[in-house]
């Protein structure tokens, strides 16, 4: 069974600082998919990561993926207060279809 | 293009009854999925359809239902409501579910009473 897991569930932090968001998954993985949610929204896609060593950046938001290890970050750097949400990693496998697996999700909180 | 749209945007219905919900994909767009996210369970895939057909499911009881139309429009339904069906019911399609990016709508808020 594909499980997902996030960590920190709940990140306070001030502006200007950095952190990392970790995602680690249980059995291999085909994709991995970082989503934003704000509050009482939908999900925006952020990222897709296809292979090992994979990272992309938007802005402040920077993810990378080691399929060796199962596991994905997404580091932030200098936050804003714009950067408030929850973010959602979710993976697929061949062997699940298209279905996406998602992690409970990390609240951030970013404090003037 | 118009992203995924959904109605009706908010429900409230009382336990026993049932619910039908609607999702029009991105145009093009021939994958449509079904999630449901709620407080305590997160985010759970429910169902997915292509090309009329429902090509996987997730864990979900069988009061739990769906369709697709020829022009990729989705309908999912849930028959004898509960209370624990309250939750956000979040549409998202995508190109030919090859797994690639899926993008979802604005969601259906179903209040079970």
């Known amino acids: 069974e594909l499980k997902v897991e996030q960590n920190p569930l709940f990140l306070s932090m001030q502006e200007g600082k950095n952190y990392t968001i970790y995602c680690n998954y249980s059995t291999t993985s085909d994709r991995l998919y970082w989503y934003r949610q704000d509050p009482g929204k939908s999900l925006e896609s952020l990222f897709v990561l296809l292979s090992n060593g994979a990272v992309k950046q938007e802005g402040r938001l920077m993810a990378s993926l080691d399929t060796k290890a199962r596991l994905s970050t997404l580091h932030i750097t200098a936050a804003v207060h714009d950067l408030s949400a929850t973010y959602f990693c979710?993976?697929?496998?061949?062997?699940?279809?298209?279905?996406?697996?998602f992690g409970a999700g990390t609240i951030l909180r970013v404090k003037s | 293009k118009a992203g995924v749209t959904q109605t009706p945007r908010y429900l409230i219905k009382t336990r026993g009854q049932q619910v039908t919900l609607s999702c029009s994909p991105i145009s093009g767009h021939r994958s449509v999925s079904w999630y449901q996210q709620t407080p305590g369970q997160g985010l759970q895939f429910l169902f997915e359809?292509?090309?009329?057909?429902?090509?996987n499911k997730g864990n979900f009881p069988g009061r739990f239902s769906g369709r697709q139309f020829s022009n990729s429009r989705s309908e999912m339904n849930v028959s004898t409501l509960e209370l624990g069906d309250s939750a956000l019911y979040l549409c998202?399609?995508?190109?030919?579910?090859?797994?690639?990016?899926?993008?979802f709508g604005p969601g259906t808020r179903l209040l079970v009473l």
């Open positions: 998202a399609s995508s190109l030919d579910g090859n797994q690639e990016t899926q993008y």
């Open positions: 979710a993976v697929s496998s061949m062997e699940y279809g298209n279905k996406l697996v």
């Open positions: 359809y292509f090309s009329e057909t429902q090509r």
